[in-house]
């Protein structure tokens, strides 16, 4: 782990790492057909509702910066802070930038390396994770939803970015695969989406359903949308607004990584009531999405404003402290994306690609912090 993710460790797994902690490498329960429900309006599928992602990073040495660093000449993409490891978000993650560089051939080698060596449960999902210091390097079956999200986009914008039948159709196969067996549709709450096939469920945990808000992709849900249409992808960002605004804990009414969906959202048993490294995405996909209502990014906007902006702190949501600093310079591109949607603040220079000697999260959420502005806010990159 990296020196910012240290002191916490052992209360702590990152980013999209938790559906191992809290899952066993068990048999995959039986999921019955009821899980899944078709939209009832299939005529979206013919609506990009949002614009398309190729060639949207426009910062051709960040991305040679970013591949040379993190993605292998085979196409595993590495997180350096976790033990050289490489996971279904990370592919991507990977997947993505490449489209949004218009890098077709780091496309197909990262696609190649995760359907060689993550897409091996006998369904459509990839398992989680993959250790290069292990045997077998898949330990945990598991999915990460996350994950399965993030490649399933990726390929759909590729599909649309070159014309290739079969990344649509492994997209669709992905979406339907998840569809099927992490969205409950008739959850009271709206549509929820199981961070896992296995245990996350209210079968499963005596206060579940568990839901991570930063799982919620929020523009990918109108993309997935052309290769999935019978799913109703809007119940999902309805949903995920509606959970949202409903997690505000404690004093800085910010939601926790992890959250009870059981009853009123409240923070799940047997984790830290932090927000932390993986819900610091949830206002980047919002903005990513055009989906910037002042009152939902307000709790970000307050806790990154003035010296936090520069280092992002992890909070308490009990009592309101801040515990730690994500201190690494990608995190900044964060708050520079919610900075530019409210105010139209520019960017700062440092949060315009430069990756450095940082770690792979950072890195990567700077780029994709860059990628959302450039598609959403371009005035905010003007010199």
Not at 165 to 179: C, K, L
Request: hydrophobic share 45%; charged share 20%; proline share 8%.
């Amino acid at each position: 782990m990296s020196r910012d993710r240290a002191p916490l460790a052992a209360a702590l797994v990152v980013a999209t790492m938790l559906p191992a902690a809290a899952a066993s490498a068990q048999d995959e329960p039986v999921v019955p057909p009821s899980t899944a429900q078709p939209g009832a309006q299939p005529a979206q599928a013919g609506k990009a509702a949002s614009p398309g992602l190729v060639g949207k990073l426009g910062n051709d040495s960040a991305w040679r910066a970013y591949r040379s660093r993190f993605i292998t000449d085979q196409g595993r993409v590495v997180d350096t802070a976790n033990g050289q490891i490489s996971h279904s978000e990370g592919q991507g993650y990977g997947m993505l930038l490449a489209v949004a560089a218009g890098d077709r051939i780091s496309f197909e080698r990262i696609w190649g390396w995760t359907r060689a060596n993550l897409m091996v449960r006998g369904d459509e999902l990839l398992a989680w994770r993959w250790s290069p210091d292990k045997r077998p390097a898949v330990g945990d079956m598991n999915n990460a939803t996350d994950g399965d999200i993030l490649v399933a986009w990726a390929l759909t914008e590729a599909a649309e970015a070159w014309n290739e039948p079969s990344y649509r159709t492994a997209a669709r196969r992905i979406a339907i695969e998840f569809g099927r067996k992490t969205i409950l549709f008739r959850d009271p709450h709206g549509a929820l989406l199981l961070p896992a096939v296995s245990g996350f469920s209210a079968r499963e945990r005596p206060d579940g359903p568990l839901i991570n808000l930063s799982y919620w992709i929020f523009p990918a849900f109108p993309r997935l949308a052309l290769v999935a249409p019978e799913y109703d992808w809007a119940a999902l960002t309805r949903s995920g607004l509606a959970l949202l605004r409903q997690s505000r804990f404690g004093p800085s009414n910010l939601p926790t990584e992890w959250i009870s969906a059981k009853d009123a959202p409240h923070p799940a048993t047997g984790f830290p009531p932090l927000f932390s490294y993986n819900a610091i995405r949830i206002p980047l996909y919002l903005v990513w999405a055009g989906l910037v209502r002042p009152d939902d990014l307000a709790p970000f906007q307050a806790l990154w404003s003035g010296s936090d902006r520069e280092r992002l702190p992890i909070v308490d949501t009990g009592d309101g402290r801040k515990v730690e600093w994500l201190t690494e310079s990608g995190y900044l591109g964060l708050s520079a994306l919610v900075a530019c949607a409210l105010d139209g603040t520019p960017f700062p220079e440092d949060a315009r690609g430069d990756i450095g000697n940082q770690n792979y999260y950072p890195a990567t959420l700077s780029l994709l912090a860059l990628t959302a502005a450039r598609m959403r806010y371009p005035s905010c990159l003007k010199s």
